[in-house]
């Protein structure tokens, strides 16, 4: 992908949304950062900035958008490219994919989920660079999985929500759930605003004994998610992403809280390796190199 055309990229995160412009997530050339506040300013500052590094690195070919969800990504509905019932409230029916084209609307332009772009990102360039069959896991302001099955990712009517499968809840645990819709599912009880809710500052905030408690009660709640993801999947590899993901010691304790999960079943000697769950390849750029991974789509027409 390097040395092909400059594409321009928008992921649209519950706390963040990030504008790109580059060649892929291998080729990024400029990058800016923003708040995400009111549909209107929010996706008014992305296609200005958009535009304005359009400007300086050179017009783009194709342009695309990685939208937190759940989006409604069937291009014969009404519906197509807007929010739907989507825990940032203010933002339910928002039309995310409309602005864009209003303004790029000379060249493709694409929208997409950002945890399914930022599968697509770390298949090219990260993690899961090589493997035909992996689960990436986003864990931030609310949990999301992007399931990649022989290449292809997985879609049904709507983008997998394996964030809000039911979890078992942990000994001891009394709080009901950050989730809107089902309070203690994996999102209400693992995210980093569940996080921020149960220990009352944000995860990054956390330290001594309460960060340890943090993290162990971390570890299995995600373990009893993935359990999930392992039996309805067979995935090659786990790949965990996400500002919450990066907390360091975490991922160890995943990989210990799951196997536990496991129970020994079904006896596969890879879902014991070290390498089985792993953090993201490209970091912080799995999610803008994902909408550059859809405008690389757009204009290939896949």
Known sequence: MLGGPMLGGIELGGTKVICVVG??????????????T???ETLGWAVDRLRAMAAE?????AVGVAAFGPIDLRPEAATY?????????EWVGADVLGPVR??????????????????????????ARGLSDFVYVTIGTGIG?????????????????????????????????????????LEGMASGTAMTARWGCRPEELDGERREAALDLEAAYLAAGLRNA????????IVLGGGVAHMPGLVERVRRSLAEALGGYPGLPEYGREDFVVTAGLGDL?????????????????
Not at 57 to 61: D, E, T
Not at 81 to 89: M, N, Q, S, V, Y
Not at 108 to 118: E, F, H, I, Q
Request: glycine letters at 20%; proline letters at 8%.
């Open 23 to 36: 060649q892929g997530p291998e080729g990024v050339v400029a990058l800016d950062r923003h708040p995400t």
């Open 38 to 40: 009111t549909p209107a």
């Open 57 to 61: 690195h050179g017009p783009l070919a």
């Open 81 to 89: 490219g807007c929010l739907l019932d989507t825990p940032k409230r």
């Open 102 to 127: 209003a303004v790029f609307g000379g060249v493709p332009v694409t929208v997409g989920s950002d945890v399914d772009g930022a599968a697509l990102a770390e298949e090219a360039g990260g993690a």
């Open 145 to 185: 999985m992007g399931v990649v099955v022989a290449g292809t990712l997985v879609h049904g009517i709507l983008h997998p929500e394996m964030g809000h499968v039911t979890v078992p809840r942990q000994a001891g645990d009394g709080y009901e759930g950050a989730c809107f819709a089902h309070g203690d599912c």
């Open 230 to 237: 392992v039996y309805a999947f067979a995935p090659e590899r």
């Open 286 to 302: 799995a999610g803008p190199g994902g909408a550059l991974m859809f405008a690389a789509q757009a204009l290939g027409g896949g």
